[in-house]
Nanobody, 124 residues
């Protein structure tokens, strides 16, 4: 089993920054990609960013490219999402998940072991 715990969310003004963390425990963390997804009220969960176990490859949703950066610290079993130039449309609950396969994917069905999420609210 893998347990994921997200943290770092909060209320921030548009243009501000937040850094989310996802702490993982359990087996196989070092081998599989990790991804961040978000869900706004009344909307489906959407892909934000993903990173391979080696951190050599990353993938971003077009809506966050150039503003968000995903990274991971294998020694600390933690994945980060640095979010800059935040916009109100970035608001939602942010979840991290561990990939089921070794390749990166934008599909939520390719991730499991979701955390409880952390709320991000960006005011205009």
């Amino acid at each position: 089993q893998v347990q994921l715990v997200e943290s770092g969310g909060g209320l921030v003004q548009a243009g501000g920054s937040l850094r989310l963390s996802c702490a993982a425990s359990g087996r196989f963390f070092d081998w599989y990609p990790m991804g961040w997804f978000r869900q706004a009220p009344g909307k489906e969960r959407e892909f934000v960013a993903a990173i391979t176990w080696s951190a050599e490859d990353t993938l971003y949703a077009d809506s966050v490219k150039g503003r968000f950066a995903i990274s991971r610290d294998v020694a600390k079993n933690t994945v980060y999402l640095q979010m800059n130039s935040l916009k109100p449309e970035d608001s939602g609950v942010y979840y991290c998940g561990q990939g089921k396969r070794l390749s990166l994917s934008v599909s939520g069905s390719e991730y499991d072991y979701w955390g409880q999420g952390t709320q991000v609210t960006v005011s205009s």
